[in-house]
């Protein structure tokens, strides 16, 4: 039994929508893996970071104050000012390389890219279908 011309028109456009939305579903997950991954990653720098930060913090409060007492009797304000100099350069310096590392794009690379490589692949086949229709 052969379908007439609207019953396949039907037909392929059903098969359409059935693959648009196979397509869609695989990058949806695709896109919710990776947002998985980035907030599991997240998680983890920040309880490092904030563990090496209160680290850090302790040393360089007992650095400071130890700076501070071998030159109390003869460069106390001298040792205060540099130890202060010191610190806030390096914070400073930190801070220029968070900023850095911030403007970095990371946020759904993959998915970004197999979306931009589907639609590269709709382009060309678009344009198939254009050369064969004249």
């Known amino acids: 039994m052969s379908l007439g011309p609207t019953q396949r028109v ?11 939305v196979a397509n869609s579903e695989t990058r949806l997950r695709l896109a919710v893996l990776e947002l998985e991954e980035e907030r599991a990653r997240l998680v983890t ?3 490092l970071t904030g563990a090496s930060l ?9 650095l400071t104050a130890l700076v501070i ?8 304000l001298l040792a205060i000012g540099v130890s202060a100099g010191v610190l806030i ?20 690379k993959e998915t970004l890219k197999q979306l931009a490589a589907d639609r590269a ?9 254009n050369q064969q229709e004249r």
Not at 90 to 100: D, F, N
Request: aromatic share 10%; hydrophobic share 60%; proline share 0%.
């Open 54 to 62: 209160l680290l850090l913090l302790l040393g360089v409060i007992t």
């Open 121 to 129: 692949l709709l382009e060309v086949k678009g344009d198939e279908a």
């Open 69 to 76: 007492v071998v030159f109390w009797d003869s460069y106390r």
């Open 10 to 20: 039907f037909s392929a456009a059903k098969r359409l929508v059935r693959s648009l």
């Open 89 to 108: 350069a390096a914070s400073l310096l930190l801070a220029a390389i968070a900023i850095r590392q911030a403007k970095r794009h990371t946020f759904l």
């Open 45 to 47: 720098l920040f309880l």
